[in-house]
């Protein structure tokens, strides 16, 4: 029985995995089903799937609560929403480590971060720090400098 639950702690703390579906997800953030099917159509958020299953991991919770937030709070519609997220570079990136706190150094305070509320995204000073969060980077790999769209 140890083991059974290890690994469901496992399971449950591993925030890129996709285990909730579609049903779940709508009721935790208090939307219809069919709105995160709109919101997928629109390209504003990728769920994993198994067969015909949606299935979203904590982190696609965690950007779909701040899409909600953009609609509702802000008053943004689809267009609106897709537009400032082509803003987040970090949008689709598994090792965005969150933001940073209000008054920290290097913080835009105009654009709040998606994945840890009450915080800003980090401001890229020059571009090692831009270069720093990508995988070739810490690898080893020398850096380009040219920053793509994800």
Known sequence: MVNFRIGVC??????????????????????H???????????????ARRGRRRL???LDL???NFVRSLIEEQGLNLAGVRRILELYPCWQM???AGGRPPGSA???????CWKMLGTYCFKPEDRADICSGCRLYRR???CSGRVRKV
């Open 10 to 31: 496992k399971l449950i703390l591993a925030e890129d995995r996709p285990v909730f579906p579609i049903g779940v997800v709508a009721e935790m953030l208090e939307v």
């Open 33 to 47: 089903p069919e709105t995160l099917r709109v919101w997928e159509r629109n390209g504003i958020i990728r769920p």
């Open 56 to 58: 979203y991991s904590d």
């Open 62 to 64: 965690r950007r779909l």
């Open 94 to 96: 598994r090792q965005c």
């Open 106 to 112: 290097s913080v835009n305070p105009a654009k709040p």
């Open 140 to 142: 080893g790999r020398k």
